[in-house]
């Protein structure tokens, strides 16, 4: 038997990246070392693409697994597997999600699943779109004298699904600020219950949609014309929504 018969491919290794916002400038510092330097790249839509794109140049394989809301996407353990079998031909893989990894955004099952495989995985924590996008907006979900919390809410699911998880009464018992993700489409579903729990129907909502990027778009209104605005001003993903009464506090250009 030769000695290549003994020889064994080395373990890669996985790296979750929050990508930020949208801007490519937003990155962390670590995360666009790693995709900088990475074998292969599993990226998401929402996921800066230009980073991804000057990887691709230089010669990293550069892989599409968007999850398109209520389009075709690629499957989560279609994704799982990917990471793995590029980690174990020994290549160093990153796995490149918009905002944060852990926000929403399934990067602790990844973290998981690659622990199972013995899969050695880093996480680079990204900036939020649920601060992030206000931020950018000229929104401070925390106004000093105006909103002591803030209560950030997964909108893909809406109220009276069965596997929705949100107590919807308790958020609308809150006196500070809601930060709906994922939530255009369910808006008005969730902006009636909203109302039906107790909410004023007068309460500011801000929706600010494609955050950091040339296409940034902020529209505001009540949360009683949510059900119709939405359409009128054709508001689409990605967009985070902010209602309360820091979602009227806007700093203006001068």
């Keep these: 038997m030769s000695d290549s018969a003994h020889v064994s491919t080395p373990t890669g290794s996985v790296v979750l990246v929050g990508g930020g916002p949208g801007d490519p400038d937003l990155i962390t510092v670590a995360g666009a070392k790693a995709v ?7 990226t998401d839509h929402l996921a800066p693409q230009d980073l991804a794109a000057d990887a691709g140049e230089r010669g990293a394989e550069v892989i599409d697994v968007s999850k398109l809301p209520y389009q075709k996407s690629v499957a989560q353990e279609e994704i799982n597997r990917l990471i793995v ?3 174990r031909k020994g290549k160093k893989v990153v796995r490149l999600k918009g905002g944060d990894p852990f926000v929403f955004g399934r990067g602790f099952e990844e973290a998981e699943y690659c622990a199972g495989a013995g899969i050695p995985c880093r996480v680079i924590p990204g900036v939020t779109s649920a601060t992030a996008a206000p931020a950018a907006a000229g929104l401070s979900i925390t106004h000093r004298g105006l909103v002591h919390d803030v209560t950030i809410v997964s909108g893909h699911v809406p109220p009276g699904h069965p596997k929705s998880l949100v107590d919807w009464g308790a958020v609308a018992r809150m006196t500070g600020t809601i930060v709906l993700l ?19 129907p007068d309460t500011p909502v801000a929706i600010v949609e494609s955050a950091s990027t040339a296409a940034q778009r902020l529209t505001t209104m009540t949360l009683g014309e949510v059900g119709d605005r939405l359409d009128q001003y054709g508001v689409t993903p990605p967009a985070i929504i902010v209602i309360g009464p820091a979602a009227e506090h806007i700093m203006q250009d001068d």
């Design 36 to 42: 900088m330097a990475a074998d292969v790249i599993l």
């Design 182 to 200: 994922m939530a255009v489409k369910n808006a008005p579903a969730i902006a009636a219950t909203l109302e039906k729990e107790g909410k004023s």
């Design 85 to 87: 079998e590029h980690a």
